[in-house]
């Protein structure tokens, strides 16, 4: 007696492909998926003062030398040197990922690549997507003159800030204060 063929089971290379190769790989990016939002993207480095150059050796305008080590600028202006953070909280909040600015000299602005966000010399926000103003970090003068930039005491003024037309502005005289600013006579 001859078995007859059921015209509903697929049969050959098809069959096993579909069968088992393809849910197995299924099973595989879900695991996958699942795995990436578990172990997060932060970086848990402990964070400690920063050295970084005698008072008479910064330069007038926005210092990059510690952006891509230590996620921070060191600012010059007439009678006063800040240090602002790199790290953008906005595209932080949108992706849980560290977003760095850039200084781009040429508009006088900081910029950051991947949302747009874009903020003047002081830190506040001017353009684009973001409503808060970058970080202050604290700063002192060591013995022999040396600016050090603490990075866990942070000045965050979000509560602080102001919407003036497309600008997102703090009052600069909140931000002057000590530790967050070497005052030079």
Do not use: C
């Amino acid at each position: 007696m001859q078995e007859e063929e059921n015209p509903d089971v697929p049969k050959g290379f098809s069959s096993l492909l579909t069968g088992t190769v393809f849910p197995v790989l299924l099973f595989l990016a879900f695991v996958w998926i699942g795995v990436k939002f578990l172990i997060p993207a932060v970086d848990y480095k402990e964070l400690s003062e920063v050295k970084t150059v005698s008072i008479d050796q910064i330069q007038a305008g926005v210092n990059t030398a510690w952006r891509r080590d230590y996620d921070f600028f060191l600012v010059k202006e007439e009678h006063a040197i800040f240090a602002l953070s790199a790290r953008d909280k906005y595209a932080e909040k949108l992706i849980h990922q560290k977003a760095l600015i850039s200084w781009v000299p040429d508009r006088s602005q900081f910029v950051e690549q991947t949302w747009g966000s874009l903020y003047d010399l002081k830190g506040n926000a001017v353009g684009g997507p973001a409503t808060w103003a970058l970080d202050r970090l604290a700063v002192h003068l060591n013995e022999v003159r040396e600016i050090i930039v603490d990075p866990k005491n942070v000045q965050n003024m979000d509560g602080e800030v102001r919407h003036l037309g497309n600008s997102y502005i703090v009052d600069e005289t909140l931000r002057r204060v000590e530790p967050f600013v070497i005052k030079i006579p």
